[in-house]
């Protein structure tokens, strides 16, 4: 359980940063290198989400809850904004959906 959340969390990371970089580009002004980390980091998005042991679309529904958690994170440590109670609920709701999708799928 803890394996697949901690995958779940690097593979979110990878991916908001991938698109996190150009965002900073096209409208902060940043310079065109950011680019290049970019397309590193979706890469490596792309990549760990192989090292999931489930069937794909499996992941990628399940994934989504822990990337509506990881970017509300973001959101708070990133772009220094607090999170609200709805916020921190959606979170909660899309992480008990991530559990059943991926837990459920195991006693089949």
Request: glycine share 8%; charged share 10%; net charge positive.
């Amino acid at each position: 359980m803890i394996k697949t959340f901690a995958l779940f969390t690097i593979t979110a990371i990878a991916e908001i940063v991938g698109c996190y970089l150009p965002y900073l580009w096209l409208k902060k002004g940043g310079s065109i290198w950011l680019l290049i980390p970019a397309a590193i980091s979706l890469a490596l998005f792309a990549w760990l989400l192989t090292l999931h042991p489930t069937a794909a679309g499996r992941v990628y529904a399940a994934y989504g809850g822990v990337y509506i958690t990881i970017a509300i994170l973001w959101l708070w440590l990133v772009d220094a904004i607090r999170p609200t109670m709805w916020d921190i609920v959606g979170s909660a709701v899309a992480l008990l959906g991530m559990a059943i999708i991926i837990f459920g799928a195991r006693q089949v």
